[in-house]
């Protein structure tokens, strides 16, 4: 009987020692390359910036909140932003057309709406995207 309780109180702390090593493990989560690949939140372009020109953290969020309120503002209220080094908003209007219902296939009215869209600056542009080297004709 008492071997069985030694037995016993053996697996038991080898089950232990064995999460606890699972248990450090986990504490130190691995970057894996889908983190490297998503699109930084709110709150960390918030801490980017803040740690940057420091600023506190609700002046960051108060600042990048104003240019959104503008952007939107004056877009509506002239057709257009322009945000230097980035890119301008525009409103598009579009006319009314005809489609069609892809489930049944039926025609169907789509009608015109006002739409925003962003033209990216060229500089911008070429900075995320490297222009292809033009081949020279012999």
């Not at 209220?77 to 598009?92: D, E, N, Q, S």
């Amino acid at each position: 009987m008492a071997t069985k309780k030694v037995a016993k109180k053996a697996s038991e702390t080898k089950k232990t020692a064995k999460t606890a090593k699972t248990k450090t493990a986990k504490a130190a989560p691995k970057k894996t390359k889908a983190d490297a690949t998503k699109p930084l939140t709110k709150s960390q372009i918030v801490a980017h910036f803040s740690d940057k020109f420091a600023l506190s953290k609700a002046q960051t969020t108060e600042i990048l909140d104003e240019l959104v309120t503008l952007s939107a503002k004056e877009a509506k209220r002239a057709g257009a932003f322009t945000l230097p080094g980035l890119g301008k908003l525009t409103l598009a209007k579009r006319k009314a057309r005809m489609g069609r219902n892809p489930a049944t296939g039926e025609a169907i009215k789509i009608p015109a709406k006002t739409v925003v869209k962003m033209r990216l600056s060229k500089s911008f542009t070429e900075s995320v995207v490297p222009p292809k080297k033009a081949v020279k004709k012999k």
